[in-house]
């Protein structure tokens, strides 16, 4: 430790980083000004610098002294830059000042820090410490390296150019600021000149550095600068240049009204006194000027003043500071004579545009890029938004479009390319109805704000005309696609599937179904589309329901015309169901047929309000086509059902023919009435007239065979004796009801009674011989074409019953001529006539039986009779006649392979496809085995071929069903032509059986033309 004595030296440095430390947290309130950061920095580095090195002297130990050598160089290495900083701040040279640049300068000083502190380990900056006495002092002494001269010289550099920016300032600085431009050059100057003194030897003291202890010194200095002179609180040199360098008059006036100060312009422009004008009233220094004197008492204030040609903006700014209030104030005159006469030139273009903006014959619209509201509109666009002018300026813009987000991609176009032009929009009136227009828009600058100008044409009506025109082409198109599936497919099923996809084209929906109307009034719906739950679309189309129970259905059915429901919430007509809740909108259409309501077409959505008259109008040529398919679909069934019934009818009469066992005879009636007729109980009754009679030789109730005793009908008629009596066939529709009870007895067997009951007399002539019966345990089971065809039935029914009659009754006269031969021969007399009368009949019924059993076409008899008559009309008229005879290729093998249940399915598919693709003046028959003739009146030759070659590439083409396995087949067919290969049948038919040879030869599947 140093002695007492060293307190003198201990002391000032000390003292000096007291005050420094000081000064900086003093200037860290002014953090704000620019200079107050650099300069508090310095306070402390020069006060870390002071700190230590008192520090330095006072440690008695080589080590100690060392370290706090190092410390030093903390501080001492980056001062002359944060004083350069500090010093560049002050004049306003900020470049100086830059990160980048103060970074480089800081490059040397970071050397030298890190020199200091490896010290020990090198020799370039100082080495070989060791203590020394200085007089009362024990001091550090060293050996300098290099760097030291380095450190030295770059130091007093950055040094020597912080005095440089000072005194270029220090010559046109105001006079108020000159004192603190010398105070802050005196405050750096003491200690470096005595660190000057110390780094050459030339200390007092040797070895004993007076630097720091002279802080003390520049600590007063700034202080003096701090609270006398006010040194943070502006930049006076930079402010004073730009108020003198102003091309406006400025003047400084005190409480008093007195002129401070003024810049060269104010002297110029206002004609003051250089000499005399300081310091004077302002309304002696300025005499021509009484509005300024007027300003300046009111304070602050912003007023233009015409001198002459010439226009000024006066401004009045208060001076204030913290010991002073109101301590003068700051005027300001701007010349605008030029902006003020562009102003007036511009009001004048301003105007001019505006009227003529309002005469455009086109909507124009500026709106405000800043806050996006409308700043002008013509005439033509209050009209076109429906709104006056004063309505609309102010409101923001994007509540006239009808997609907001359409103005801001409108904007950000205009940004890229400059200008829009002819853009379609929608737009919304001031009543939220929207509208189309063709926007054309431009970015423009009005009043110093961006705007966007744009012009607008009306086209809604040419759009509306444009959707129209879509709609109808979509329309078209939709019933084109549905009119080529009428066209072109029988199936039922498949012509609805098209109908539903093709109305989702023209009418918006989730879901859409189609109902038809049964003959009994109930409703079902046979074809749906687009219902989200699968089995929701299963278990409408398994559902049925009458008519009654909809109200909508009913008025459909009752006025022919549409329904629309825009709401169900708030329709009371709307049926709530659970499965049928998200359906918020409907629209039915009633399918009507020659004048008759047949069905209903449904849509229904989740959207409310969705369906509109445009849609029910596009929606009726659809409900046309649904009952054009409906058409097309019954007249189908109808002939498939009469078809049917002539081939049931043609299987009765060959059992009547074929056999004469009434058991055998009777199964079979029972067997092709169930085929073609819907019955839960059956029955044939014969009658025996003499005894008044009636037995029920079968009877059949839900799958069982029953028996049923005999009854007199004049005691117990029951309802066979009602038809027996009346001769006429019977239908009741609900034998539960108590009318029907009370007109008919009913004589009823053990278990359930059944609903409905069709009874029909089976005749023989006048003769009644039974009742032919059919049973359901449904009401209203039965239609009139169903009750006919029981009619048509019961004849045939007749000729068995009484045929078996016949033949057990000839067995029985037979059998008693055995006994007696008078009685025998007599039976044989009756039977030969009862047999003549059998072949009689035989021979009607096999005149009637022309169809072939398996194919439904017609067979060879009828073939011959008809194609007689065909030739004959044709040698008459004088047309042509074409023979197709079709012969199946490798049928015996088809029938050895796969059984002649797969060849029976192959006959009958390629009859089915004959009979869709010939005309309804065509004959087609089975000849015979597989064969097959198709005879084509006043068809060419030529013709004729390519329809036999259309059959035979559509039937090879055919995959057929038989047990599970899909089959292909092929035919050979021979064609002829009357009268050139041929003058009658048999030739004609010989000529297409050779061509059919050669067809066959050639490798088969093949048409060859005979010749």
Same mark, same amino acid.
């Given at each position: 430790?140093?002695?007492s004595?060293?307190?003198p030296?201990?002391?000032p440095p000390v003292?000096?980083?007291?005050?420094l430390?000081?000064?900086g947290?003093?200037?860290?309130?002014?953090?704000?000004v620019?200079?107050?950061?650099?300069?508090?920095?310095?306070?402390c580095?020069?006060?870390?610098?002071?700190?230590?090195y008192?520090l330095d002297?006072?440690?008695?130990?080589?080590?100690?002294?060392v370290?706090?050598?190092?410390?030093?160089?903390?501080?001492?290495?980056?001062?002359?830059?944060v004083?350069?900083v500090?010093a560049?701040?002050?004049?306003g040279?900020?470049?100086?000042?830059?990160?980048?640049?103060?970074?480089?300068?800081l490059l040397v000083?970071?050397?030298?820090?890190?020199l200091?502190?490896?010290?020990?380990?090198h020799?370039l900056?100082?080495?070989a410490?060791?203590?020394?006495?200085?007089?009362?002092?024990?001091?550090?002494a060293?050996?300098?390296g290099?760097?030291?001269?380095?450190?030295?010289?770059?130091?007093?550099?950055?040094?020597?150019?912080?005095?440089?920016?000072?005194?270029?300032s220090?010559?046109?600085?105001?006079?108020?600021?000159?004192?603190?431009?010398l105070? %802050?050059?005196?405050?750096v100057?003491?200690?470096?000149?005595?660190?000057?003194?110390?780094?050459?030897?030339?200390s007092?003291?040797?070895?004993?550095?007076?630097?720091?202890?002279?802080?003390?010194?520049t600590g007063?200095?700034?202080?003096?600068?701090?609270?006398r002179?006010?040194?943070?609180d502006?930049?006076p040199?930079?402010r004073g240049?730009?108020?003198?360098?102003?091309?406006?008059?400025?003047l400084?006036v005190d409480?008093?009204?007195r002129l401070?100060?003024?810049n060269?312009a104010?002297?110029?422009?206002?004609?003051?006194?250089?000499a005399?004008?300081?310091?004077?009233?302002l309304?002696?220094?300025?005499?021509?000027?009484?509005?300024?004197l007027?300003?300046?008492?009111?304070?602050?204030?912003r007023a233009?003043?015409?001198?002459?040609a010439?226009t000024?903006?006066?401004s009045v700014?208060?001076i204030?500071q913290?010991?002073?209030p109101?301590?003068g104030?700051?005027?300001?005159?701007?010349?605008?004579?030029e902006?003020s006469?562009?102003?007036?030139?511009?009001?004048?273009?301003r105007e001019?545009?505006?009227?003529?903006?309002?005469?455009?014959?086109?909507?124009?619209?500026?709106?405000?890029?800043?806050d996006?509201?409308?700043?002008?509109?013509?005439?033509?666009?209050?009209?076109?938004?429906g709104?006056?002018?004063?309505q609309?300026?102010?409101?923001?813009?994007p509540?006239?479009?009808?997609?907001?987000d359409?103005?801001?991609r409108?904007?950000?176009?205009a940004?890229?390319?400059?200008?829009?032009?002819?853009q379609?929009l929608q737009?919304?009136?001031?009543?939220?109805e929207p509208f189309?227009?063709?926007?054309?828009?431009?970015?423009?600058?009005l009043?110093?704000?961006a705007?966007?100008f744009?012009?607008?044409?009306?086209?809604?009506?040419?759009?509306?005309?444009e959707?129209?025109?879509?709609?109808?082409?979509v329309?078209?198109e939709?019933?084109?696609?549905t009119?080529a599936?009428l066209?072109t497919?029988?199936d039922?099923?498949?012509?609805?599937?098209r109908?539903?996809?093709?109305?989702g084209r023209?009418?918006?929906?989730e879901a859409?179904?189609?109902?038809l109307?049964?003959e009994?009034?109930?409703?079902?719906i046979?074809?749906a589309?687009?219902?989200?739950?699968?089995?929701l679309a299963?278990?409408l189309?398994?559902t049925?329901?009458?008519?009654?129970?909809?109200?909508?259905?009913?008025?459909?059915a009752?006025?022919?015309?549409?329904?629309?429901?825009?709401?169900?919430a708030?329709?009371?007509?709307?049926?709530?169901?659970?499965?049928?809740?998200?359906v918020r909108?409907y629209?039915g259409?009633?399918i009507r047929?020659?004048?008759?309501?047949?069905g209903?077409?449904?849509?229904?959505?989740?959207t409310?309000g969705?369906?509109?008259? %445009?849609h029910?109008?596009?929606?009726?040529?659809?409900?046309?086509?649904?009952?054009?398919?409906?058409?097309?679909a019954?007249?189908y069934?109808?002939?498939r059902?009469?078809?049917?019934?002539l081939?049931?009818?043609?299987?009765?009469?060959?059992?009547?023919?074929?056999?004469?066992?009434?058991?055998?005879v009777?199964?079979?009636?029972?067997?092709?009435?169930?085929?073609?007729?819907?019955?839960?109980?059956?029955?044939?009754a014969v009658?025996?007239?003499?005894?008044w009679r009636?037995e029920?030789?079968?009877?059949y109730?839900?799958?069982?065979?029953i028996?049923?005793?005999?009854?007199?009908?004049?005691?117990?008629?029951?309802?066979?004796g009602?038809?027996?009596?009346?001769?006429?066939?019977?239908?009741l529709?609900?034998?539960l009801?108590?009318?029907?009870?009370?007109?008919?007895?009913?004589?009823?067997?053990?278990?359930e009674?059944?609903?409905?009951?069709?009874?029909?007399?089976m005749?023989i002539?006048?003769?009644?011989?039974?009742?032919?019966?059919?049973?359901?345990?449904q009401?209203n089971?039965?239609?009139p074409?169903?009750?006919?065809?029981l009619?048509t039935?019961a004849?045939?029914?007749?000729?068995a019953?009484e045929n078996?009659r016949?033949?057990?009754?000839?067995?029985?006269?037979?059998a008693?001529?055995?006994q007696?031969?008078?009685?025998l021969?007599?039976?044989?007399?009756?039977?030969?006539?009862?047999?003549?009368?059998?072949e009689?009949l035989?021979?009607?019924?096999r005149e009637?039986?022309?169809?072939?059993?398996?194919?439904?076409l017609?067979?060879?008899r009828?073939?011959?009779e008809?194609?007689d008559?065909?030739?004959?009309r044709?040698?008459?008229?004088?047309h042509?006649v074409?023979?197709?005879?079709i012969?199946?290729?490798r049928?015996?093998t088809?029938?050895d392979?796969?059984?002649?249940?797969?060849?029976?399915?192959?006959?009958r598919?390629?009859?089915?496809?004959?009979?869709?693709q010939?005309?309804?003046?065509d004959?087609?028959?089975?000849?015979?085995?597989e064969e097959?003739?198709?005879?084509?009146?006043?068809?060419?030759?030529?013709?004729?071929?390519?329809?036999?070659e259309?059959?035979?590439?559509?039937?090879?083409?055919?995959?057929?069903?038989a047990?599970g396995?899909?089959?292909?087949a092929?035919f050979?067919?021979?064609?002829?032509?009357?009268p050139?290969?041929g003058?009658?049948?048999?030739?004609v038919?010989?000529?297409a059986?050779?061509?059919?040879?050669?067809a066959?030869?050639?490798?088969?599947?093949r048409?060859?033309?005979?010749?």
């Amino acid at each position: 430790m140093q002695t007492s004595s060293a307190a003198p030296y201990l002391l000032p440095p000390v003292l000096s980083a007291l005050i420094l430390i000081g000064l900086g947290v003093y200037a860290w309130r002014f953090r704000e000004v620019p200079t107050a950061l650099p300069f508090s920095l310095a306070m402390c580095l020069g006060a870390m610098w002071a700190l230590a090195y008192a520090l330095d002297v006072a440690a008695p130990s080589l080590a100690e002294k060392v370290f706090w050598m190092k410390v030093r160089f903390l501080a001492i290495a980056p001062l002359p830059v944060v004083w350069l900083v500090t010093a560049a701040r002050y004049t306003g040279r900020d470049r100086w000042a830059g990160r980048r640049r103060v970074a480089a300068l800081l490059l040397v000083p970071a050397v030298t820090v890190g020199l200091a502190w490896t010290a020990e380990a090198h020799t370039l900056f100082r080495y070989a410490f060791r203590l020394e006495a200085s007089g009362p002092l024990v001091m550090l002494a060293y050996a300098s390296g290099p760097w030291t001269y380095v450190h030295f010289f770059y130091s007093y550099a950055l040094q020597v150019a912080t005095f440089g920016l000072l005194a270029h300032s220090f010559s046109g600085a105001h006079p108020n600021y000159v004192r603190q431009t010398l105070l %802050a050059m005196a405050a750096v100057l003491a200690p470096a000149g005595a660190d000057l003194l110390f780094f050459f030897g030339l200390s007092p003291l040797r070895g004993y550095n007076p630097a720091p202890a002279l802080f003390w010194v520049t600590g007063l200095a700034f202080a003096w600068a701090l609270f006398r002179y006010r040194l943070l609180d502006v930049v006076p040199i930079a402010r004073g240049l730009v108020v003198a360098t102003m091309a406006d008059p400025v003047l400084v006036v005190d409480a008093r009204q007195r002129l401070v100060d003024y810049n060269p312009a104010a002297r110029d422009r206002l004609g003051l006194d250089a000499a005399g004008a300081r310091g004077r009233p302002l309304a002696d220094a300025l005499p021509a000027w009484p509005e300024l004197l007027e300003h300046v008492r009111a304070g602050a204030a912003r007023a233009e003043v015409s001198r002459g040609a010439r226009t000024y903006e006066l401004s009045v700014t208060p001076i204030a500071q913290e010991e002073a209030p109101s301590a003068g104030s700051l005027v300001l005159l701007r010349d605008v004579t030029e902006r003020s006469q562009s102003e007036a030139r511009l009001r004048e273009e301003r105007e001019r545009l505006r009227q003529l903006l309002d005469l455009a014959p086109f909507p124009l619209v500026l709106t405000r890029l800043s806050d996006g509201t409308v700043q002008y509109l013509n005439q033509k666009a209050e009209a076109l938004f429906g709104l006056p002018r004063a309505q609309v300026v102010g409101r923001p813009a994007p509540d006239f479009y009808f997609n907001p987000d359409d103005r801001a991609r409108l904007i950000d176009e205009a940004r890229r390319t400059g200008f829009i032009r002819e853009q379609e929009l929608q737009l919304k009136r001031a009543d939220g109805e929207p509208f189309w227009a063709l926007v054309s828009a431009a970015l423009t600058t009005l009043d110093d704000q961006a705007v966007l100008f744009v012009g607008l044409t009306d086209i809604t009506a040419r759009r509306q005309a444009e959707q129209t025109e879509r709609q109808q082409r979509v329309l078209a198109e939709a019933l084109r696609d549905t009119a080529a599936a009428l066209a072109t497919t029988l199936d039922f099923d498949d012509v609805l599937e098209r109908l539903l996809i093709n109305i989702g084209r023209v009418a918006p929906h989730e879901a859409v179904n189609l109902a038809l109307i049964g003959e009994r009034g109930q409703v079902r719906i046979v074809q749906a589309r687009g219902y989200p739950e699968p089995d929701l679309a299963r278990a409408l189309l398994s559902t049925e329901f009458s008519l009654e129970q909809s109200a909508h259905y009913r008025r459909m059915a009752a006025t022919g015309q549409p329904v629309v429901v825009p709401d169900t919430a708030a329709d009371p007509d709307w049926a709530d169901l659970p499965a049928f809740r998200w359906v918020r909108s409907y629209a039915g259409l009633p399918i009507r047929l020659r004048g008759q309501v047949v069905g209903f077409l449904n849509l229904d959505s989740a959207t409310p309000g969705l369906f509109t008259p %445009a849609h029910v109008e596009a929606l009726r040529a659809f409900a046309d086509q649904a009952a054009a398919a409906i058409d097309n679909a019954r007249l189908y069934e109808e002939t498939r059902r009469r078809a049917e019934q002539l081939a049931a009818l043609n299987r009765i009469g060959l059992a009547v023919t074929s056999g004469l066992d009434l058991d055998r005879v009777l199964r079979a009636v029972f067997e092709e009435c169930r085929h073609l007729l819907p019955l839960d109980a059956f029955y044939i009754a014969v009658y025996d007239a003499d005894a008044w009679r009636v037995e029920h030789p079968f009877l059949y109730d839900r799958g069982e065979y029953i028996s049923s005793p005999a009854r007199d009908i004049r005691r117990q008629p029951g309802l066979s004796g009602e038809v027996i009596l009346s001769r006429q066939t019977l239908y009741l529709p609900d034998m539960l009801e108590p009318e029907t009870a009370r007109q008919h007895q009913i004589v009823r067997s053990e278990g359930e009674p059944t609903r409905s009951y069709v009874g029909a007399p089976m005749l023989i002539g006048d003769q009644v011989v039974g009742v032919i019966s059919i049973q359901s345990y449904q009401p209203n089971a039965y239609t009139p074409d169903q009750i006919a065809l029981l009619e048509t039935i019961a004849p045939q029914a007749a000729i068995a019953v009484e045929n078996a009659r016949l033949y057990a009754a000839a067995q029985t006269e037979l059998a008693e001529r055995r006994q007696a031969e008078e009685s025998l021969r007599q039976a044989n007399d009756r039977l030969r006539v009862q047999l003549v009368t059998i072949e009689a009949l035989q021979a009607s019924l096999r005149e009637q039986a022309i169809r072939d059993p398996l194919t439904g076409l017609f067979n060879r008899r009828y073939f011959e009779e008809a194609f007689d008559q065909e030739l004959a009309r044709a040698e008459r008229d004088g047309h042509p006649v074409c023979l197709v005879l079709i012969d199946l290729d490798r049928f015996k093998t088809l029938n050895d392979a796969h059984g002649h249940q797969a060849g029976d399915a192959v006959l009958r598919a390629l009859a089915r496809l004959l009979q869709a693709q010939t005309r309804r003046s065509d004959i087609v028959c089975r000849y015979g085995g597989e064969e097959f003739l198709v005879a084509l009146p006043t068809m060419t030759l030529s013709t004729a071929h390519q329809r036999a070659e259309s059959w035979r590439q559509a039937f090879a083409a055919l995959e057929i069903e038989a047990d599970g396995r899909m089959l292909r087949a092929t035919f050979s067919a021979g064609l002829a032509e009357f009268p050139d290969q041929g003058p009658n049948r048999a030739a004609v038919v010989a000529a297409a059986d050779r061509a059919l040879y050669a067809a066959k030869a050639a490798g088969r599947n093949r048409v060859v033309v005979g010749e």
